[in-house]
T-cell receptor, first 113, second 112 residues
Framework: DGGITQSPKYLFRKEGQNVTLSCEQN?????MYWYRQDPGQGLRLIYYSQIVNDFQKGDIAEGYSVSREKKESFPLTVTSAQKNPTAFYLCASRGQGVTDTQYFGPGTRLTVL | GDSVTQMEGPVTLSEEAFLTINCTYT??????LFWYVQYPGEGLQLLLK?????DKGSNKGFEATYRKETTSFHLEKGSVQVSDSAVYFC???????????FGDGTTLTVKP
């Protein structure tokens, strides 16, 4: 089945450690996105990529890094520079049609201990 | 810049009540408009969309009409069910933009 997978579902990290969240899609979509969602709040864009080997900062990129070496993969690294990393992280992808919608993964809940 | 303003929640309704969640937007040009739904602990799912003025998107009994004159895309359902309890997000994307703009979400709770 086509879709977006994120792993793991739950992730625990010690303060000061970097951690990488996985996002894979088999929808053949060019564009991929990472969002952060805090309890009771909306989505904030961290990074997005419209094509392989290219990505742009979103609204809250500080303390995060990404890579886009393959079309189907867009991993997000939460670095120790991110001061408040505990949140729900959502990955999404979209085709290149002007009216194409975003498809979201199931999310990863990151907790810093 | 682009922005989306949603009706503040939470919204609590009894089963079979009529639902309206207001959404207004600011954007240049002619954006596409979307409603997404998020169930607890899950990602967002597309509920419906409209890509030009006067289009009506509909799905699972929900409807929304793209009103360019009032820059609105209000979500409606004639008779809500307990299973409709979720967070609803309004969003827009201009056709030449790589990213979407989301509202803050409205939490709906339907009581039996």
């Amino acid at each position: 089945d086509g879709g977006i997978t994120q792993s793991p579902k739950y992730l625990f990290r010690k303060e000061g450690q970097n951690v990488t969240l996985s996002c894979e899609q088999n929808l053949n979509h060019d564009a991929m996105y990472w969002y952060r969602q805090d309890p009771g709040q909306g989505l904030r864009l961290i990074y997005y990529s419209q094509i392989v080997n290219d990505f742009q900062k979103g609204d809250i990129a500080e303390g995060y890094s990404v890579s886009r070496e393959k079309k189907e993969s867009f991993p997000l690294t939460v670095t120790s520079a991110q001061k408040n990393p505990t949140a729900f992280y959502l990955c999404a992808s979209r085709g290149q049609g002007v009216t194409d919608t975003q498809y979201f993964g199931p999310g990863t809940r990151l907790t810093v201990l | 810049g682009d922005s989306v303003t949603q009706m503040e929640g939470p919204v609590t309704l009894s089963e079979e009540a009529f639902l309206t969640i207001n959404c207004t937007y600011t954007a240049t040009g002619y954006p596409s408009l979307f409603w997404y739904v998020q169930y607890p602990g899950e990602g967002l799912q597309l509920l419906l969309k409209a890509t030009k003025a006067d289009d009506k998107g509909s799905n699972k009994g929900f409807e929304a009409t793209y009103r360019k004159e009032t820059t609105s895309f209000h979500l409606e359902k004639g008779s809500v069910q307990v299973s409709d309890s979720a967070v609803y997000f309004c969003a827009l994307r201009r056709n030449n933009a790589g990213k979407s703009t989301f509202g803050d979400g409205t939490t709906l709770t339907v009581k039996p």
